[in-house]
C-alpha cells in the first residue's frame, strides 16, 4: 500500500508529545529511529489514521476487517465504509464525544468488499497538532478497528430483551383501571401493536366457553395481505387436535407445518395446507388459576424463526391478556348479577306492596267495587234488569253488598229521580211492619194517637227495597203479594185502597225456596219476588276482589281521617286475601277502619279480624268481652238480630235475650 505523508511522521514521532506527560520512559525520542510503519503493521487490531476525511494510512489488518485491498483503502473516505444506516450514528456519536474529550469509541456496522456486513468497534484520538503529525493539513484521527462481533450480538440481545420488556410494560399499562366495554378495543390494538413487534402474520384469541362442542373466537388480527381469523363460535370438530392441546393447556410450537404436525391431526393438516399455514405457535391463556383459552401466531408469508425460548416470553404475554378477560368476564357477572339483583328487589318489593294507583284507580265500577268473575256477572244482571219494572231477589250472605246493589239497580232505572225508600223486615217488631209498610189511620190501634203515611205510599213512583225480606211476618204476606200484583193496598184501621206504582227489590240471606217449603213464606209471595233472581257472591269466592276494596276503603277513610296511606304489606294482603270473610264486605270494611286509626304512617298495617280479636282477654272483665263479642258480631251482621245468620243465632241465644243484653250494655245501632 502507498502510505501517505504521515508515514514520515508515524516512522518518526516529533519530541514534545504535548499529551505525553507521564516521563521519559514513554516516549522513544531516545531510542533508536523506528518503522512504526512496519510496527503497526503487525498489530492485530485494524489501524488507520485519517486526515481530512480520507485514509492517508492503513494497516493490513484494517484491510482484512474491511475484506479490501490495501491499496485500495488509501485516500478513500473511512465513513464509506461504515452502513449507511449506521453513519449519521457514527458521525454524531463521535463529534460529540471528541467535543468532551481527545479521544472516542464507536460501534457500528461496516460494509465489507464481499458486500456481507460486521459489527467493528472503533477507537479514535483526534490529534490536532502540527508539530505532532508534521503536517499544516490540520487534524489527524488515528484511530483502532477492532471485531464487535461478540459485542454487537450482546447488545442485541440486550435490545430486544428491552424491547420485549418495553412492550410487555405497554401492553400491560394499557389495561390497568381500563373500562370493562373498552377491553376488547384495547384487545384488538394489543394484537395489531404485538404482530407488528414480534413480525408473525396473524394472531387469534380463542375462549374457551361452557360449551364442550365449540370455543369462541373472540379477537383476530393479520397484517395486510392476510385474512383475519373468523370471530364467532367455532366447532371444535373443525380442528380437534389443536383445540385439545389448547384445553389441556399445552403451548403448541410448529415452526414447520405440515412436518411437525401429529399424524393424527388431520384436521388440521388440511387446514394449514388450505391457508398457507408454514408455523403455528400458541400459548395458553391463564389468569387466576384458571385456563381461559389461547393466543395463537400463525406464519402465513414465511416460516417462523423463533426459537422455543420465546415460549415463555409469550406467555408473559398471554397472561397480561388473560388478566383483562378475566377482569371482563368477573365485571360482566358481577353486574349481570347486580342486575338480577336489583330485578329481584324491585319485583320483591313490587309483590310486597300493593300500590294504590295500580289497583283502585282502574278497577272501580262506580261504587261498587270488583273486577271478579263473579260480581263481573252480577254487575251485568243488574245493567239488564235496571231500566224494567220487574220484582228482584237479591239474595247473598250478610254484608255482601245487597242494599248497594238495590241502590245501583234504582239509580239505573228511570225512578232514580225520587229516593229508593228502604224497610228492613228483621229489625222492626213484627207488630210494627204492618203500619210501616201500610201507613195506618189515626186510632188505628191503641197508641197510634196520629196518622201514618206507610212507605209502599212513600215509594210511589220509585223503589221500594225490602231488606231481609226472609223475616216477613207470615200473616202479612197476603197483603204485600197482593201490593205486588196490582199495587193496590189499605191503610192499617181504614177501608179506602190506595193505589202506587212501586218497584220492588228484595234482599234476603236465607234460603227462601226452603222457607217455603217449611211453610215460614208464602211459595205465590216468592215466585213473584224471584221473578230476576240475582244471586250476590260471598267475598271468600270472590278474593280477588279484595285487595281493590282494601284499597278502596282506604281512599275513602284515609280522605275522612287526612291520612294518606300509600301501602299495604304484600302479607298482610295475602293475610286477608286468606281469611273467609264471614262478615263479608262489611267486615272488611271495619277491619280497614280499625287499621287506619292505628295507623301512623304510610304503609297500612292490618290483619284480619281473626287476629284482631283472638287478642288476649285476661285484663278484661266478663262485662267487656260480652260488650265486644256483642257488637263485633253485630258489625258483622250488620246490626242483623234475628233471623238466619243473624247475631243472635251467631251468638246462640234468643234474639230477645240479645236484645236484652244489648240493652244492659247500652249497645245501640249507630245512625244509618
Ligand atoms: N262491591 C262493593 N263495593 C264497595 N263496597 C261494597 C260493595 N259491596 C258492599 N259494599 C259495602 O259493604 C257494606 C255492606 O254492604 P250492604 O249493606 O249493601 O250489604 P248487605 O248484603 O245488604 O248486608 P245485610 O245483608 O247485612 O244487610 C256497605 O258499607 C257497602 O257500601
Not at 489527524?140 to 410494560?169: C, P, S, W, Y
Not at 239488564?384 to 220487574?390: F, G, M, S
Amino acid at each position: 500500500m502507498e502510505h501517505g505523508s504521515l508515514n514520515t511522521a508515524a516512522r518518526h514521532p516529533p519530541a514534545g508529545d504535548s499529551h505525553s506527560t507521564s516521563g521519559k520512559q514513554n516516549r522513544m525520542d531516545d531510542a533508536p529511529a523506528c518503522d512504526f510503519h512496519k510496527l503497526f503493521d503487525r498489530s492485530p487490531a485494524g489501524i488507520y489514521v485519517v486526515q481530512a476525511e480520507r485514509i492517508r494510512y492503513a494497516n493490513p489488518v484494517l484491510g482484512q476487517l474491511l475484506v479490501r485491498d490495501c491499496a485500495a483503502l488509501a485516500d478513500a473516505s473511512l465513513l464509506s465504509f461504515i452502513h449507511p444506516a449506521d453513519r449519521p450514528d457514527v458521525e454524531q456519536q463521535r463529534r460529540q464525544q471528541l467535543q468532551k474529550s481527545a479521544s472516542c469509541r464507536l460501534r457500528a456496522r461496516i460494509v465489507r468488499g464481499d458486500g456481507s456486513f460486521k459489527a467493528v468497534e472503533l477507537m479514535e484520538a483526534l490529534v490536532d497538532d502540527d508539530a505532532l503529525t508534521g503536517q499544516p493539513d490540520g487534524p489527524v484521527l488515528v484511530g483502532v478497528m477492532m471485531d464487535g462481533t461478540d459485542h454487537h450480538q450482546a447488545d442485541l440481545k440486550i435490545q430486544e430483551r428491552l424491547n420485549f420488556e418495553r412492550l410487555l410494560a405497554d401492553l400491560s399499562a394499557g389495561f390497568v383501571n381500563l373500562p370493562c366495554e373498552q377491553i376488547a378495543s384495547r384487545i384488538d390494538t394489543s394484537l395489531k401493536l404485538l404482530v407488528e413487534f414480534l413480525g408473525n402474520d396473524r394472531s387469534t384469541f380463542v375462549e374457551f366457553g361452557s360449551d364442550e362442542d365449540q370455543v369462541q373466537i373472540s379477537h383476530s388480527y393479520a397484517v395486510p395481505g392476510c385474512p383475519p381469523f373468523p370471530i364467532g363460535p367455532f366447532a371444535v370438530a373443525k380442528l380437534p387436535w389443536f383445540i385439545n392441546e389448547f384445553r389441556s393447556g399445552n403451548s403448541v410450537f410448529m415452526r414447520n407445518i405440515p412436518e411437525d404436525l401429529p399424524d393424527s391431526a388431520i384436521e388440521e393438516r388440511e387446514r394449514c395446507l388450505r391457508e398457507g399455514i408454514q408455523s403455528n405457535v400458541t400459548v395458553p391463556l391463564r389468569a387466576g388459576g384458571e385456563l381461559l383459552g389461547g393466543l395463537t401466531f400463525a406464519f402465513i408469508r414465511k416460516r417462523c424463526d423463533w426459537s422455543r425460548e420465546v415460549l415463555s416470553r409469550l406467555s408473559l404475554i398471554g397472561e397480561v391478556f388473560a388478566h383483562a378477560l378475566l377482569r371482563r368476564r368477573n365485571e360482566y357477572l358481577l353486574r349481570k348479577t347486580m342486575e338480577e339483583n336489583l330485578r329481584l328487589r324491585q319485583q320483591l318489593e313490587q309483590d310486597n306492596l300493593y300500590l294504590r294507583e295500580q289497583v283502585v284507580l282502574k278497577h272501580s265500577h262506580g261504587r261498587i267495587i270488583g273486577q271478579s268473575d263473579a260480581i263481573t256477572q252480577v254487575l251485568a244482571d243488574i245493567e239488564r234488569v235496571a231500566t224494567t219494572d220487574a220484582p228482584v231477589l237479591l239474595s247473598g250472605e250478610t254484608g255482601t253488598g245487597k242494599e248497594l246493589l238495590a241502590q245501583t239497580i234504582h239509580e239505573l232505572s228511570l225512578r232514580k229521580g225520587r229516593p229508593m225508600i228502604v224497610v228492613n223486615c228483621a229489625s222492626l217488631p213484627a207488630t210494627l211492619i204492618e203500619s210501616e209498610l201500610f201507613g195506618r189511620a189515626a186510632g188505628a190501634y191503641t197508641g197510634a194517637v196520629s196518622a201514618q203515611t206507610g212507605r209502599f205510599e212513600l215509594a210511589d213512583g220509585s223503589t221500594l227495597f225490602l231488606d231481609e225480606i226472609g223475616e216477613f211476618p207470615l200473616e202479612l204476606q197476603a197483603k204485600l203479594l197482593r201490593v205486588l200484583q196490582d199495587g193496590r193496598f189499605e191503610r192499617l184501621g181504614t177501608a179506602q185502597t190506595i193505589s202506587v206504582d212501586v218497584r220492588i227489590i228484595a234482599a234476603t240471606n236465607r234460603d227462601l225456596e226452603a222457607a217455603t217449603r217449611d211453610n215460614l213464606f208464602r211459595p205465590d209471595l216468592y215466585h213473584r219476588l224471584n221473578v230476576f233472581p240475582i244471586q250476590v257472591p260471598p267475598l271468600r269466592e270472590r278474593r280477588d276482589d279484595i285487595p281493590l276494596l282494601t284499597w278502596a276503603f282506604v281512599e275513602a277513610l284515609g280522605k275522612r281521617m287526612g291520612k294518606s296511606i300509600k301501602c299495604i304489606p304484600r302479607k298482610a294482603m295475602q293475610q286477608l286475601q286468606d281469611y273467609d270473610w264471614p262478615g263479608n264486605i262489611r267486615e272488611l270494611s271495619n277491619a280497614v277502619e280499625r287499621a287506619m286509626i292505628l295507623a301512623d304512617g304510610d304503609t297500612l298495617h292490618i290483619e284480619p279480624p281473626a287476629g284482631s280479636h283472638s287478642g288476649p282477654t285476661a285484663n278484661k272483665t266478663l262485662k267487656q268481652v260480652e260488650r265486644e263479642q256483642i257488637l263485633h258480631v253485630l258489625e258483622e251482621t250488620g246490626w242483623r238480630i234475628r233471623g238466619k245468620g243473624g247475631a243472635a243465632e251467631r251468638l246462640d241465644i234468643k234474639p230477645t235475650t240479645l236484645e236484652a243484653r244489648m240493652a244492659r250494655q247500652g249497645i245501640q245501632r249507630p245512625g244509618r
